[in-house]
């Protein structure tokens, strides 16, 4: 969550001579942003308690155009951790020929004059929690073995019914709610057969009690009728979630296919069988195609998004790209919900910027095979750890299966 104002400092601003506004200006506008932010997420003003770090990085004049922006990024029980910046964005001509008292210039460049970090409270008796926005549990997924992740690449991938069945209950025990599974044959090689599907699910069944969000994604080359495989299945062997990818990208040196047609066949399929769809986003005009779906009655609202950044061929991992796509999906006027899968080195960074802001985080060998740097995960359950590790830091909850259910809104 964050707020951004932009404001002129007149002459009455400066405090020093040539012009030059006291830094106490900046913690001025840092205060009002804090304001909107604490009547965003709790309804109230609050109060300011404390700054624990302030940066004044570059003068201030009168005649400048300051962009403060503030974002929260811890959640405590009353109180909220906020992180501020201040940045130069317009500044008076300098006197020259070409320039008049009244000439101004855009900086090309936005410079940064503040930094800051502090936290508010928002004292439970005036919090209005159940209307305004704090964020909701985050739900951790575990995506335990993918398509193209192997043995050689990590040891502790599962690949059998049973394997998968065991990795799944722990990454329950760790904190996920939902195991993202693909299948594997006994070369270990990507399968969409319902049968090996039907031997998974039960296996994770009769070991945890989680959401089952089976792939329609398969593997590069599989045809449509392949990839549905698992909406085959039915009664206590039917997922309750099932992946729709709605875009073809570049995938390392491969290419995934995802004809227009192709698309509305896997989206009526999945909506024929009943589950819920997570609609798969690698790239920016995935947005745009979801949309269609949406105003075709392809999907319906409440829509679930998984941005999976940081593919080869796709759009890359950044705080930058995540937010562009949080305020496009924001645009589609519906409810919805979201997670983000960071690729290879990018997972963790970007589940803790998806927790932070309010998403919900995926992690697991699927997309990454590396607890930290040079050391492999000793299967997902360290992840889910990790993942649960960067919930508690930021202060939110981690949803139980009971509340993924509810927010996912499986069908």
């Not at 300051?66 to 130069?88: D, N, Q």
């Not at 009655?297 to 930058?320: E, K, Y």
């Not at 649960?388 to 069908?411: D, F, H």
Request: charged share 25%.
């Amino acid at each position: 969550m964050k707020s951004l104002i932009r404001v002129r400092m007149g002459g009455r601003d400066a405090h020093y001579a040539g012009g030059l506004v006291d830094g106490a200006r900046m913690l001025e506008l840092f205060g009002d942003v804090a304001t909107e932010l604490c009547i965003r997420a709790d309804g109230d003003e609050g109060l300011f308690r404390a700054y624990d770090a302030v940066e004044f990085l570059a003068p201030v004049r009168a005649g400048d155009f300051i962009e403060a922006e503030g974002r929260i990024v811890g959640w405590g029980t009353t109180s909220l951790k906020m992180e501020f910046e201040a940045r130069k964005v317009i500044v008076p001509t300098p006197a020259r020929a070409d320039s008049f008292a009244s000439s101004a210039d855009v900086l090309e460049r936005a410079e940064v004059v503040c930094r800051a970090s502090g936290t508010c409270v928002v004292p439970r008796a005036t919090r209005r929690a159940a209307q305004f926005g704090r964020p909701r549990p985050c739900v951790i997924t575990a995506a335990i073995v993918g398509a193209e992740t192997t043995r050689a690449q990590n040891p502790h991938l599962p690949l059998s019914a049973d394997e998968l069945g065991e990795e799944a209950a722990s990454c329950a025990a760790a904190g996920a709610s939902v195991i993202h599974l693909h299948a594997r044959d006994d070369e270990g090689r990507a399968s969409q057969d319902t049968e090996r599907f039907r031997a998974a699910v039960r296996a994770i069944r009769a070991r945890c009690d989680v959401i089952v969000q089976t792939s329609t994604g398969g593997a590069v080359g599989m045809s449509v009728a392949e990839r549905a495989g698992p909406l085959a299945l039915t009664g206590a062997d039917a997922p309750e979630m099932a992946t729709l990818n709605v875009g073809t990208i570049n995938f390392g040196d491969d290419v995934f296919m995802n004809r227009a047609a192709d698309t509305v066949e896997m989206a009526g399929r999945i909506r024929a069988h009943g589950a819920t769809p997570e609609i798969e986003i690698y790239d920016a005009g995935h947005v745009d195609i979801a949309a269609r779906l949406l105003a075709d009655g392809h999907v319906a609202a409440p829509l679930h998004f998984q941005f999976v950044l940081g593919v080869a061929g796709a759009l890359s991992a950044s705080a930058r790209n995540l937010e562009f796509l949080v305020e496009r999906v924001e645009a589609l006027g519906v409810p919805f919900s979201w997670g983000v899968a960071g690729v290879g080195r990018h997972q963790l960074p970007m589940a803790d910027l998806a927790i932070t802001w309010g998403g919900n985080a995926r992690v697991g060998l699927e997309d990454n095979i590396y607890l930290e740097k040079g050391v492999l995960a000793e299967g997902s359950a360290p992840l889910v750890a990790r993942a649960v590790e960067l919930c508690r830091a930021r202060g939110r909850q981690v949803a139980s299966v009971a509340e993924a259910r509810a927010l996912l809104a499986p069908r």
